[in-house]
């Protein structure tokens, strides 16, 4: 394996690289392939088998009804490369000729995050509830990838604010979208000081949460 193909691409890098209905979601490139039935998702599903199996480089798939959920990301470098772009590009091409239309809008992930003066003090209780498993950076990495990671945030009390809030990663080009609709859902703009890396949103009761991309602060 070529250096290049172990080079950790950017942000924009993978923007102007992946192929149509592919985006960037919280650090991995994702797409949902529909199609017309359970055995059309099934035959779909083994045609990318093949290709990954070919390529030696293998994504995350969800088989479903009606349509497979595809996330692919370099694990041995920790991110997105052109081993990752390649095979979106292969499946791209399967799908094509399957008929399955890319939705990557429904692309959209989700943490937890819960603010503490001391971690180590409910880690274990949350572990023990979830059944995640602490990672060394301290972090309940999700178990099997279904369920959403929990991450803990040093922070005092403070009185009137909730101490768990979600943050809700969509793809890039659709992060604005997403921060509108919610407001005109009801919601109001806590602050936009870091977008376009996220967004605090707060609903009528005032419980928080986070609209966020894969965009690094602005330096």
């Known amino acids: 394996m070529s250096d290049d193909a172990k080079q950790v691409l950017t942000t924009d890098q993978v923007h102007d690289r992946a192929p149509v209905g592919w985006r960037e979601v919280h650090g991995m490139l994702r797409t949902r392939l529909t199609t017309g039935d359970f055995a059309a998702s099934l035959e779909l599903v083994n045609r990318i088998a093949s290709a990954a ?21 370099s694990h041995d470098v920790g991110g997105i490369t052109s081993r990752d772009i390649e095979l979106a590009g ?3 091409r399967i799908a094509d000729d399957l008929e399955a239309e890319a939705t990557p809008h429904v692309s959209t992930t989700m943490t937890i995050g819960i603010d503490t003066a001391d971690a180590g003090a ?52 659709l992060a604005r979208q997403r921060v509108d609709a919610v407001v005109a859902a009801g919601g109001r703009l806590v602050t936009d000081d870091f977008a376009p890396s996220w967004w605090v949103l707060a609903d009528a009761d005032g419980n928080v949460a986070c609209v966020c991309t894969s965009e690094s602060l602005p330096s």
């Not at 479903?64 to 595809?70: A, D, H, I, K, Q």
């Not at 009390?157 to 979600?166: A, K």
Request: hydrophobic share 35%; aromatic share 10%.
């Open 122 to 173: 409910i880690r274990g209780f949350w572990a023990a509830l979830t059944g995640h498993e602490p990672a060394p950076d301290g972090t309940l990495p999700s178990p099997d990838g279904q369920l959403p990671e929990i991450w803990f945030q040093e922070s005092e009390h403070r009185e009137g604010r909730d101490r768990i809030h979600l943050d809700v990663y969509v793809p890039r080009d």
């Open 90 to 92: 292969t499946i791209a």
């Open 53 to 73: 199996d070919e390529a030696d480089h293998h994504p995350d798939i969800d088989l479903r009804y009606g349509w497979v959920g595809l996330g692919l990301v």
